[in-house]
């Protein structure tokens, strides 16, 4: 009976031993080296927590897309939630929210170069002059300043809120208020403005609560889009305000359960697009910035589509339209004529959202 | 840490102590407890882990014990991270688990973090389902169900365990009582810790990096007083189990590079009960109460880079359960039987994450009949009708008919068709902002077939069985986006879930040698077919984290006082999304991990020694969640 046992744990040894050695780890290359030309670039956001956030490539002369180009060409993950894109040079910076952190790639191979850690809730970047660009951040009240050569932190622009998404006019940076969710006490409904040359805070704009975009039209205004708040029951409107005066000029209000977002701008600088609807489905509107009154009927509708973003190309006006569809697969963005005129469709990542031009 | 300490020192001189006390060679006892009435087809849609494996294996934690030995599937998040049950295809939430017939399933949440219960604090685990999960609501997939027995003359009870391990692991547990012969008095405490910071490869830093896990240390401290009465012809117990647990959740492997923020969890709660059981030749009486307090405090704090709090999350929930049941088991004529239930269960709890105090009040009335209909036929029908806040939520019924072949008496196999729903959540209706106070039950229909085969041959025992199910959830309750941007649940899925269980367990002995190999197969589809799937493409594609293949296999070899055993636990490919794109995110790959252990007894001790996954296999059994490699354990016991 001894022998038995023993010999039982001999063979359990050598076959502990044999599987050990087996277990060689392998990590798969893509040698991915393909070079990136013209044509938008499609950050996935992905779902909370899950870090499965992509980068989409679509070439639209060729009408070709590439997904998950970051991790074919890193072999890591972008991160979690993944909120905006910034082309400055030659690289490309990925500003990844919930993880905190900014990746600085270069923009043909999307190669890793450098990254910003340690930020709390980084959210839009906006080049301001030189190397400098601002970070908005969805907990922190102001702007980080960071220097985009060293990818560091070289200061932070106090302004009592917390930050979102941004322009840039002149040598001013306007910047939304979009949430107090994270710090209770402070302002959603105001527009800021920073000064590049002293960053600093000079001036506030009351707008309705949660602006949620921006964006600045061929007669030098800004036009800020409110949802007015979560629940949809505070006052939703679109502003138009002078960068000069940093006043409203004029306010077009919406009914109260409309929840309008993703406001943009045409190649002219004159046309407005933005999503709106109630619950259920958001379809997209075109105004004129001449325009007297909001829209009455939608220009492309949704369907049974999940619109999440529209983007416009600055080279022809074409519209590119997000579609998440569930946001636990893959979506879609369709490419429109500027007449509303479907011209392709492609499959992106998770939650596709922020698009940049090339 | 001071605590810690003490707790510590204290068992090894309690140790060192009833070591000089005691040199004489004790067997450990194994019970085998089952109801006098429980009868062939409920036994087939059973099945009890082995007594010897839950006392071989009561330092670690339930999830553990299932993965490893049963066909649930524990999808994990680590050590000390949550760890949740799906069973045969369903989510966590349709996996009832029971504490001698309590339910676990928190109401706030619907699911039970199976991290959270260490086997230690369990005497019987029995996995249950098709219609025996009929008495109550919620398992539509299964139920797992947790037991705690006494045992009467065996005099003193003293039972002491230490172990250490890898990543600085301290477990401490101690049972002490009297086993007189009406009367059964224990306590079980214990203390179980770890820093946790294990190394892995970081594979989603640029470049893939060797690192230490931070902030995932926790500790658990828990005890457990029981008290059981014998009397002529009843039988009085109370129980209390009493559980304290911290826990820091460590940041997904992107995040690692980010100081600035502070995650934690800390759990505790308090679950008492009292029954009185009155039992008579042909049948019993029981009564039962239960009172349950638990509080779940969940905290996140993020910081400027010189230290100062940005954000705060700070959220409570407060949850107090209380269960009346009155249990009846009666013998009839023609040697059918009867058994029937009525519970009432009041829930309360008070979330931040609710406007207001939330309460649900269920009247449960539960009746079945089992018995003979034909020669080797028998025939099992169940029926219980729930009142939810006043609201009758229907009639659920289950048949189940089993046969034992003539010429095959070893050989039985059942088929039975049951009914049951699940109440949403209180998160699920009540959550701010997104719960929805209109969510209807879900409705689950089961059909399912079994074959159980056992035999002795000579020295060696023989036990298998297959079961094949299928099943149906209607109004499948799934949080769906809304353009409000926040989610919210709706009845909106139809899930089928088809599969099958397979286990084998072969046991020989001969003289002083004791072999014994057993093992689980599970296949599990599962899918939804609802409408929405079919608009949005997702129609027949595997829902996400449930694995279609998973497998383990346990090898024990013991000879007179030595043991040596090895364990193997395979996870087939998991979806983390409903794309059929095998980018790394959305496909999680296959992995198979192998764990050792030795022992010895040297009189009243048992010396154990762990290895696990001593293949170090490289793995994620949740997308970017650390897992470590290879770890070792020892662990040194006394029982009286």
């Known amino acids: 009976m001894k022998k038995i046992f023993v010999n039982i744990c001999i063979a359990l040894l050598i076959f502990s031993a044999l599987l050990t050695s087996c277990n060689k780890k392998t990590i798969d290359n893509p040698n991915y080296n393909n070079e990136i030309g013209k044509g938008v670039f499609v950050l996935n956001e992905g779902t909370f927590t899950y870090a499965n956030s992509s980068l989409t490539f679509y070439d639209n002369v060729a009408d070709t897309v590439g997904n998950n180009i970051f991790y074919k060409a890193n072999m890591a993950p972008v991160g979690d939630i993944a909120q905006s894109l910034c082309l400055y040079g030659n690289s490309l910076f990925i500003v990844v929210n919930n993880s905190g952190y900014i990746y600085k790639v270069d923009a043909r191979t999307v190669k890793y170069q450098a990254k910003l850690d340690n930020l709390n809730s980084p959210r839009y970047m906006i080049p301001a002059k030189d190397n400098k660009a601002y970070v908005s951040d969805l907990e922190r009240t102001g702007l980080w300043i960071v220097d985009m050569n060293e990818m560091k932190v070289t200061g932070f622009v106090e302004t009592g809120n917390t ?36 960053d600093s805070y000079i001036a506030e704009i009351k707008v309705s ?56 701008v045409d190649n002219t600088g004159e046309i407005l697009y933005f999503l709106n609807g109630g619950y259920g489905t958001l379809d997209l509107y075109k105004m004129s910035i001449y325009d007297k009154a909001l829209p009455d009927a939608p220009f492309i509708l949704a369907g049974s589509r999940n619109f999440y973003n529209v983007s416009v190309s600055p080279e ?41 031009f090339n | 840490m001071m605590m810690k300490r003490c707790f ?53 934690s339930m999830s553990q014990l299932l993965i490893q030995h049963s066909p649930v599937f524990i999808k994990t998040y680590g050590p000390g991270g949550l760890a949740t049950a799906s069973f045969r295809g369903t ?12 339910r676990l399933n928190t109401p706030s949440l619907g699911q039970v973090d199976f991290s959270t219960i260490p086997v230690f604090m369990t005497d019987n685990i029995a996995l249950q389902w098709g219609s025996r999960t009929s008495s109550n609501s919620g398992g539509l997939g299964g139920v797992v169900n947790i037991e705690n027995n006494g045992y009467y003359g065996d005099g003193l009870i003293l039972d002491l365990k230490q172990s250490y391990g890898s990543f600085n692991s301290i477990g401490s547990y101690l049972t002490l009582g009297y086993s007189a ?32 896990q931070k902030n995932a240390d926790f500790v658990d401290y828990g005890v457990m007083p029981e008290a059981e009465f014998k009397f002529k012809n009843s039988l009085l117990s109370v129980v209390s189990w009493n559980q304290w647990s911290y826990r820091n959740q460590p940041q997904i492997m992107p995040n690692v590079n980010n100081d600035n923020t502070k995650e934690y969890n800390e759990n505790v709660f308090s ?37 100062h709090p940005v954000t705060t999350v700070n959220t409570d929930n407060d949850a107090f359960s209380f269960f009346n049941i009155v249990d009846l088991e009666q013998r009839l004529a023609l040697r059918w039987n009867l058994h029937a239930k009525i519970q009432w269960d009041n829930e309360h709890v008070k979330a931040d994450n609710y406007d207001s105090l939330k309460k649900r009040n269920i009247l449960s009335i539960y009746a079945a009949v089992n018995g003979k209909l034909l020669g080797n036929l028998n025939l099992r029908l169940t029926l219980r009708n729930d009142i939810v806040d006043g609201t009758n939520v229907g009639l659920f019924p289950t048949a189940t008919l089993s046969y034992v072949f003539f ?77 409000y941007r926040y989610w919210i649940p709706e009845n909106v899925s139809e899930v089928l879930a088809y599969g099958l269980e397979l286990h084998v367990g072969l046991d020989y002995s001969f003289k002083d040698l004791n072999l014994s190999l057993s093992g689980n197969y599970v296949y599990s589809s599962t899918s939804d077919m609802s409408e929405m799937a079919e608009l949005q493409n997702t129609k027949g594609k595997q829902l996400i984290y449930i694995p279609k293949h998973h497998a383990n296999a346990f090898l024990s070899a013991r000879w007179k006082t030595w043991n040596v055993s090895y364990t193997m636990e395979f996870t087939g490919r998991r979806n983390t999304s409903m794309n059929d794109d095998e980018f790394f995110a959305f496909q999680l790959d296959p992995y198979m991990l192998h764990h050792l252990s030795f022992g010895k007894q040297i009189c009243k001790f048992n010396i154990e020694a762990r290895l696990n996954n001593f293949t170090n296999v490289d793995y994620q059994a949740v997308l970017w969640r650390a897992m470590p490699g290879i770890s070792w354990e020892v662990m040194i016991g006394y029982k009286l």
Not at chain 2, 440 to 466: A, C, H, M, V
């Open chain 2, 181 to 212: 012969e009406k009367c059964f008095v224990r306590v079980k405490a214990y203390r179980n810790s770890s820093d946790n910071d294990f190394e892995y490869n970081n594979v989603a830093l640029i470049p893939h990096q060797a690192m230490r």
């Open chain 2, 91 to 102: 989510t966590p939430s349709h996996t009832l688990v029971l504490w001698n017939g309590f």
């Open chain 2, 271 to 307: 679950r008492n009960f009292i029954s009185y059981k009155y039992y008579w030749n042909t049948g019993y009486l029981m009564l039962k109460t239960a009172c349950f307090y638990e509080q779940q405090h969940y905290f996140l704090q993020s910081y400027t880079s010189d230290g």
């Open chain 2, 8 to 60: 510590v020192v204290l068992s090894l001189m309690l140790f060192v102590f009833v070591a000089k006390a005691q040199d004489t060679i004790v067997l450990q006892t194994v019970e085998v407890v089952d109801s006098p009435l429980k009868k062939t087809a409920e036994a087939s849609m059973e099945r009890s882990m082995d007594p010897s494996l839950i006392k071989r294996l009561n330092t670690v």
């Open chain 2, 407 to 483: 010429n095959i008496k070893e050989l039985s196999a059942n088929v039975g068709y049951s009914h049951n729903y699940r109440s949403p959540s209180l998160n699920d209706l009540y959550w701010t902002p997104g719960g929805n106070p209109e969510l209807k039950p879900e409705n689950g229909k089961t059909w399912d077939f079994n074959l159980k085969y056992q035999k002795e041959i000579k020295r060696l025992k023989i036990e298998s069985q297959l079961g094949i199910y299928y099943s149906m959830v209607n109004d499948w309750i799934q949080w769906v986006p809304t353009t």
């Open chain 1, 209 to 264: 609560k949660e602006p949620n975009s921006i964006v600045t039209d061929a007669d030098g205004m800004i036009w800020v889009l409110c949802s007015g708040g979560y629940s949809g029951e505070k006052d939703p409107a679109l502003y138009r305000i002078d960068p000069v005066t940093c006043s409203v000029v004029d306010v077009f209000r919406f009914d109260n359960q409309s929840y309008p977002s993703s406001l943009a």
């Open chain 1, 316 to 356: 022809n006006g074409e519209i590119y339209v997000a579609d998440v569809k569930n946001y636990t697969q893959n979506g879609e963005v369709f490419r429109y004529t500027s007449d509303g005129d479907l011209i392709s469709s492609f499959t992106a990542g998770i939650i596709p959202n922020y698009m940049l």
């Open chain 1, 163 to 198: 930050t979102d998404r941004m322009v840039s006019l002149g040598n001013r940076i306007f910047v939304c208020n979009w949430s107090n969710y994270y710090v209770p006490e402070t302002s959603n409904e105001t527009v800021q403005v920073i000064d590049v040359d002293s």
